[in-house]
């Protein structure tokens, strides 16, 4: 029998499901939630609401999409944290009820233990896609987290370094709300990055020892640069815009291939992976493949569409998890802060 695991991604603002069997993801369907835009950030409260509207209709579209019917689903695996609060209780709940109904376990997977297996995500078209070999090293850069992982095993993770201020994400989107692009700022940062020139202003870049990152210090010195050059110009950020977002882009990516570079050397590792929404920035992509091609490191980039939140990173690690039988009970409680 085919071991057939749904997944449930709702800890931000996107209600995702996906279906994978035997490790294979054969469906993979998300609802997004337009009604954050007008106000520039997740509004928490209203992203409970809209998971509620859409999680079953979108349970029942991934469902439909992959041919399975509900009675031959195993386990049900859900985003138990970190995440909010509200949008993980949609999520657990759903997955609780349907796990009762149909007399099956279920499984509460961490978010970013998700994002770092979101490199073995294989499709049923692609069952031949190489997957990264053990060990390897996860560079994690998402919205709310930026870490360097080392991956020994499936579960056997090891966190050398992560941010003691904000996220590269948060870094991204912080300074794109700066240049009134938006959130999230990240894509339309990278895309205007494409037209701009990255040497054409420097910002500071932190001072930290070890592999740990910070990136308050660079937001900072972006917000006083704009905030100077505004007084002399107030079209300054019009004129500038794409040479803004490419030197911005620049001074991120920085940061991160050092780090990445340094704790490469130090782990001795040849394996290489990169997860999280950071993760699908088409400028980081290219640099890391440049720095891997010249030190000779096996680089895995996983599909952009699976670097940002979804359910198929939750429905394979479920997958695995299913396998060492790493079931939860009925009061297992949603976790805000859950850490690796
Ligand atoms: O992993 P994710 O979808 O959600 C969290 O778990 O946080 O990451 C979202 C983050 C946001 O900060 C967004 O701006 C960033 O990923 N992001 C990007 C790009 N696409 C998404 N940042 C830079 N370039 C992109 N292309
Ligand atoms: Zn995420």
């Not at 996860?138 to 579960?155: A, I, N, P, Q």
């Amino acid at each position: 029998m085919a071991k057939i695991i749904m997944g449930i991604e709702s800890s931000c603002d996107d209600t995702s499901v996906a279906i994978v069997s035997d490790g294979i993801l054969l469906s993979n369907k998300t609802g997004t939630q337009d009604v954050h835009f007008k106000y520039g950030g997740v509004v928490p409260e209203l992203a409970s609401r809209a998971h509620q509207q859409n999680i079953i209709p979108v349970a029942q579209e991934a469902l439909k999409d992959s041919g399975v019917p509900l009675s031959d689903i195993s386990a049900i695996a859900f985003t138990q944290g970190p995440g909010l609060l509200g949008s993980l209780l949609v999520g657990s709940s759903f997955a609780k009820g349907l796990g009762l109904s149909l007399g099956i376990p279920i499984i509460g997977v961490n978010h970013m233990q998700g994002h770092i297996l979101s490199s073995f995500i294989v499709e049923k078209a692609n069952p031949e896609k190489l997957v990264p070999e053990f060990p390897f090293l996860s560079l994690v850069v998402s919205g709310g987290h930026t870490m360097l992982v080392v991956v020994k095993d499936y579960f056997d993770l090891e966190v050398i370094g992560s941010t003691i201020d904000d996220a590269a994400g948060e870094a991204f989107d912080k300074c794109a709300k700066i240049l009134n692009l938006g959130y999230p700022g990240g894509p339309v940062v990278d895309e205007r990055a494409k037209r701009g020139d990255p040497t054409k202003f420097r910002f500071s870049k932190p001072r930290i020892p070890g592999h740990n990152f910070s990136f308050s210090g660079l937001k900072t010195s972006f917000l006083y640069t704009i905030r100077d050059a505004l007084k002399e110009d107030s079209q300054f950020i019009e004129k500038n815009i794409d040479n803004l977002c490419a030197s911005l882009q620049k001074t991120i990516i920085d940061i991160l291939i050092k780090k990445t570079e340094n704790a490469m050397n130090e782990t001795r590792c040849k394996n290489l992976a990169i997860a999280g929404g950071v993760a699908a920035n088409s400028g980081l992509r290219e640099r890391l493949t440049d720095v891997s091609g010249k030190f000779g490191w096996n680089l895995h980039l996983p599909e952009k569409k699976y670097t940002t939140d979804n359910a198929a990173m939750i429905a394979v690690t479920g997958y695995y998890m299913y396998l060492k039988n790493m079931f939860s009970t009925l009061d297992a409680i949603p976790n805000a802060r859950m850490s690796l």
